[in-house]
């Protein structure tokens, strides 16, 4: 097992430090060594992401053969793996059979640690790795997908690669436009950092070092939005996104604050010490008992930490008696929002997630990597390996800001005409279906969402920036139109990233045919379904909110407001795909020059859909999403009865699939059948209005043009923000600066002024008074001095006498005067 | 090749003998005599990384202890010596000084008076840093303030003799006070050295105060007053603080990156070597009031520098608001009620190293943002920020380096800012929440202020202010100064234990002695222990 945990974490820290590598080398001496209008800085970024996803790939085969044994079933010949198929029938018992499986195997956690930054007494921080089956999807779905849009750039960027860039966007101030040299060298140096930064947010073994990089993240975003630096609306958005990052990470720092005071580690894991003693890590600490509630001190209002192994090893609370660490509940809740506080700004949930579409002022290979499928994701994901640190309170507030920010991200990509804007909307809102997920108990479900979300996301955003790179920059989809002819395989793939994100499916189809395909099984509770990523991994979000709802009936929204928005979505997806691609092209110019984009563009886009369509397979049942739950926290799967403490409870995955006794459908089947109704109503009637054109748009806009303007307006929540924060933070510095100004120098200046004044009068009291006195003196004894000319006889024996009566006097008046004893 | 006793001592002295044979130097030949300068830098920064070597990273005392009588009727030595607290800031001195130096090219007028200036600055500082005895330590702290005030005065911008008379009233004020708490502690020390005269021996007084009963709660109270005003003028923390932007204003590029990279340590350092061993009552007395003043700065001062539009002045504001990070770090020193001992002491000490790998790393990444300041004032001659923009494309290595300071600055992980922000940050959580999470809003106005003025100056496409033909890259005397500042700038940040490892044992006596002290001193009465909280 170490040998493993050794291979992994090596393997694991070349993925990750290989882009730094490549990064350091680009920024330091591409310039010098290739010049401008050299891709081999392109190559390098790529061969450092490439590598990555090979080790990580790797990694993931020796984790599943040696200790998942999910996917690679011990590599058994295909016909194995054919015939092991369609005996797993989707009936309840089978599904059960197989949680039991699961639940009787410990996850596996493979951790350990790079070097220490630093100690003090017995407080440790230090640079970690955590290892499980999440950690390892994450590192080879990033670096696939990185590669895959590092290649891509190398096509979208090449105009860079030129000594005089002419930026049509940037006027100088005589009216023409703005040159530059190129900086494509640059370009891929940022993803290369970026690359480094998100991998090693994801390696993180303990939650210090998620915030080291996290912070790291946001400044590659920074650099990344910003890039077209002389565009005032970029670096603005890039500021914008910086800064709106900052707050969330307030609470973040306040999450960290409550956690280092209380717990004493950042850790993730137990730490061994060299002495065989074992330090609980954060998870071990707040372990729960069966019935899903924390160990509580007798008045109930302080968790007490488990900090002590018994023979088994499990972790449990000390007796009474012994000292215990406590925190109050009250407390732990404050921890786990604040922790949530730094995901909701880095996920751009509702309030903060103004920051995301103006993000979109970055080039398009960077919306799809970092804004999309990787960075913003790991809000997610933190939120993900953050579980069993959240109270039931915590889950709940997670799965209302998922909630509320899946549905108004939604609303506002209806009327968004910028086809990256409407992207970036569904990107909130479908990041505000994680949350709900993993809010609503399904941990397993919004990191499986997570992960197909990244796929076609990216894949969509790729296909955008084929389009605008085949439009000349032409973002305005009013302006596009017909383009299915001109480029097809833009429109193709991202017809299947659109169906995928919609949710649409076939059900009951039975396809024979992917059993061939080695190592993969499929089936669901649907039977056999024909569909892409996305329907699986909402279709379990949705099942669990619904499971949800039915326990706590007064949260119903919880469910409904998603179920709408599966709708909206699939309205807006295809919206977007009949408005750029079907149709007369209403910009005929435009439409005369657009050409599809050449094979390292399109090639990138054709893996990509490759997994947005197949990267679920098998839902639930898939290989995907059983290696996520193979980490599930273990007080995840039995749910949690919160009756008793008036608190939320939380659903059992299993009954979510057990169809009830008295007949009728389980609450998966009902929560799929429902996805399923909205998305196929939100697809007709966008076909209606957009294809065939049934009603204009316009009418409806018309019609409703105040609703039209409040969503254009995203809700006025920037304007409202800079309102509330923006100018009043701005006047609030303006008082400090005058307070110095007009107090603290005030003050100092009057002392100085009274210390003056107080000179002035000195020196006249000097000259008119000691002066006065001085002169008066000098005169006096100047007379007493002529006067004492006389004495100045000249004669000895008159001297003599003068000195012989002085001395006595002066003894006499000593020795009168001295102090006796 | 020398003693560590020799190796101090020459550190100290070095730069003065290099001034001395500068007085014998031709007033025209202002080359030689940089050249000449710099050589006494770099020899001072080279003897003080080889002091590294001699220092015991094991033993957290003080080490080389040089004492010879000096005034003996007054029982003053001549007493130096050294403990990691110490080295790292004497290594950070030689550094500033050597690259301040290289930062001198530029100046024209009198060089040979200000070259003399800035070595004997130098010694002072050294001097203040190694001074194991009372007195010693208030004579270099007196001889710090002239050469300081001369090169602000005479080297300065328009507005100099304004800024440089507040500075000297500003610290001459408090270097009184701290005279006066000197006298206190001396005739209070009377009966404990033998002789009946009085101690002036930091290392003596501290021990004593340790003891709790040979200086009274009273005395304590009054001398850390006293010591802390003295001290905190020169850190500088809200309200003493307006001092700073205008000395830095007008003060030459050089002498600001000594300003905010030593001087303002001196603050910090005689907080930690002075005011709290020897009042370790008064300190945990007022230990509210300090953490509350640290907060106060660190807003304020964010605040103040996010509505400057000088360059220059916004870098001082941002002075202001980091170091508020030390005096909250030090000062995180919670009791419990019942017993009087240090709760979660383990925190105060992570407290009091962040506070401590702030100054460091303050002192590099501060001189780091006047520098860049100063690149582009020497070629534009204003520092307007709403007057400059596009500075990427005509500077790119200089935008680059910039950058990079700025985000030090900013506290970005990975960078020497973070550490010691965020580990202040987290240690006062045990301290008191309120103000922990007032300094943790601090991260959000400090990306305000400092990303607002990155875009200024150096994004957009044009560059607007006047000069625009003076704008040339960064010559290669510059680009060695912005490497030299960067270089230590990730050094610190990806592996903070270049700090740790010498400061770690020095601190973790210091909390526990400062512990023993307030423990050991009699209470005057419970009254005075309900009042202060």
Sequence with gaps: ?821 | MFSPEVLSNLIIFVPTIFAFFLIFADTKATEFMRVWTLVGTAITFALSVALLGTYTPADGGIQQVVAKEWISSWNIYYRIGYDGISLTLVVLTGFVFMVSMLASWGIEKHVKGYLILFLILETGVMGVFFALDFFLFYVFWEVMLLPMYFLIGIWGGPRREYAAIKFFLYTLFGGVLMLIAMLMYFFASASMTGNGIGSFNLLDLAKWAAQGNVFSPGLQVAGFILLFIGFAIKVPTFPFHTWLPDAHVEAPTPISMILAGVLLKLGGYGIIRVAYPLCPYGAQYASYALVAIGVVSIVYGAFAALAQTDFKRMVAYSSVSHMGYVLVGIAVWKISEVTGAAEGRDYWLMGMSGAMFQMIAHGVSSPGMFFCVGVIYDRVHHRDLNQFGGLTGLMPRYSGMAAVIFFAGLGLPGLCGFIGEVFVVLSAWNYSKTLAIVSASGVILTAGYILWALQRVYLGPEYKGPHPEAITPMTSREQAIGWALIVPCFALGVYPNFVFDYTDKPMAKLVRSLDDGYQNTPKPHSELQTTQK
């Design chain 1, 1 to 821: 097992m170490d040998s493993l945990g050794n291979t992994l974490a090596n393997l694991l820290t070349i993925a990750w430090l290989l882009p730094l590598f490549g990064f350091v080398v680009q920024i330091l001496f591409a310039l010098k060594w290739w010049g401008r209008k050299s891709k081999t800085g392109a190559y390098l970024a790529i061969f450092c992401i490439g590598a990555g996803f090979v080790c990580s790939s790797t990694a993931f085969y020796k984790w599943d053969t040696q200790a998942g044994h999910l996917v690679f079933k011990e590599a058994k010949p295909a016909a194995t793996a054919e015939v092991a198929a369609p005996e797993s029938e989707p009936t309840a018992e089978a599904s059960d059979e197989h949680h039991h499986k699961k639940s009787s195997g410990k996850q596996t956690v493979f951790s350990g640690t790079f070097y220490q930054l630093a100690q003090f007494g017995d407080l440790k921080i230090s640079l970690d790795y955590y290892i499980d089956s999440l950690t390892l999807a994450m590192f080879v779905m990033v670096t696939l997908i990185a590669t895959c849009i590092h290649i891509f750039a190398t096509g979208y960027m090449s105009e860079e690669l030129v000594e005089d860039y002419v930026d049509h966007q940037v006027h100088t101030h005589d009216g023409g436009h703005f040159h530059r040299p190129g900086r494509f060298y640059r370009f891929f140096s940022y993803l290369s950092l970026f690359c480094f930064a998100m991998l090693g947010l994801v390696i993180a073994g303990n939650i210090f070092q998620v915030f080291i990089f996290w912070e790291l993240v946001g400044i590659c975003s920074y650099l990344l939005i910003g890039f077209y630096i002389e565009r005032h609306s970029a670096s603005t958005a890039a500021n914008k996104a910086f800064i709106v990052n900052r707050v969330g990470d307030f609470g973040f720092i306040i999450g960290l604050m409550i956690l280092w005071t209380s717990f004493g580690t950042f850790n993730f894991a137990d730490q061994h010490a060299a002495d065989h003693s074992v330090k609980p890590g954060l998870f071990s600490m707040v372990t729960r008992d069966d019935h899903g509630e924390f160990a509580k001190t007798s008045g109930g209002k302080d968790v007490v930490l488990t900090t002590q192994q018994d023979g088994h090893g499990a972790w449990q609370a000390p007796p009474e008696s012994s000292p215990r660490k406590t925190i109050a509940y009250t407390l732990l809740i404050v921890a786990g929002l604040g922790v949530f506080g730094g995901c909701v700004g880095k996920s751009a949930q509702f309030p903060l997630q103004t920051w995301l579409p103006d993000a979109m002022e970055g080039p398009t290979p960077v919306s799809a990597l970092v804004h999309s499928a990787t960075m913003v994701a790991a809000g997610v994901y933190l939120a993900g390996r953050f579980y069993p640190m959240f109270t039931p309170e915590v889950l709940l507030t997670i799965a209302y800001v998922g909630c509320i920010t899946a549905f108004v991200a939604a609303t506002i990509a209806i009327v968004a005409t910028d086809i990256k804007k409407v992207l970036a909307y569904s990107t909130i809102s479908q990041l505000g279906y994680m949350m709900l997920g993993l809010g609503v108990g399904g941990w397993a479900a919004g990191l499986f969402h997570l992960i197909t979300h990244a796929f076609f996301k990216s894949l969509m955003f790729l296909c955008s920036g084929s389009v605008i790179a085949g439009c000349h920059h032409e973002q305005e989809m009013p302006k596009m139109g017909g383009l299915l002819r001109k480029m097809p395989i833009t429109a193709l793939t991202m017809l299947v990233g659109v169906i995928a994100i919609a949710g649409l499916a076939i059900p009951g189809v039975y396809l024979k045919f992917w059993w061939y395909i080695p190592y993969l099984s499929i089936n669901s509770d649907h039977g056999y379904v024909l569909s892409f990523s996305g329907f699986h991994s909402k279709d379990a979000i949705l099942a669990t909110a619904l499971g949800y709802t039915k326990l706590n009936p007064l949260h119903f929204l919880l469910f409904l407001i998603p179920l709408l928005t599966a709708g909206i979505t699939s309205f807006y997806m295809f919206r977007l795909w009949f408005y750029t691609f079907l149709g007369k092209p209403r910009d005929q110019h435009l439409h005369d020059h657009v050409h599809e984009s050449p094979w390292v563009m399109t090639a990138p886009l054709l893996v990509l859909a490759f997994f947005a369509a197949f990267c679920a397979l098998g839902g639930e049942h898939g290989n995907l999403f059983q290696t996520l739950s193979h980490s599930e926290p273990s007080h995840v799967e039995h749910g949690f009865d919160g009756s008793q403490s008036h608190t939320v409870s939380l659903p059992d995955s299993h009954s979510l699939h057990v169809k009830p006794a008295e007949g009728g459908a389980s609450t998966h089947d009902v929560a799929g059948r429902s996805a399923l109704l909205a998305a196929f109503i939100g697809m007709v009637i966008s076909y209606l209005i957009y294809a065939k054109r049934v009603v204009n748009p316009d009418d409806i806009k018309r019609q409703a043009a105040s609703v039209h303007a409040f969503l254009a307006n995203k809700w006025g929540f920037d304007d409202l923000y800079d309102v509330m924060f923006v100018k009043p933070a701005h006047v609030v510095a303006k008082f400090a600066a005058a307070i110095d100004k007009f107090v603290f120098d005030e003050i100092l200046h009057t002392f100085v002024r009274m210390g003056i004044a107080v000179s002035k009068w000195d020196r006249k009291f000097d000259e008119g008074v000691i002066d006065g006195i001085v002169n008066l003196m000098g005169n006096s004894t100047h007379s007493l001095a002529l006067s004492l000319r006389n004495v100045q006889t000249g004669k000895i024996r008159q001297y003599v006498t003068f000195i012989a009566v002085s001395v006595v006097t002066l003894f006499v008046l000593l020795f009168a005067l001295y102090p006796k004893g």
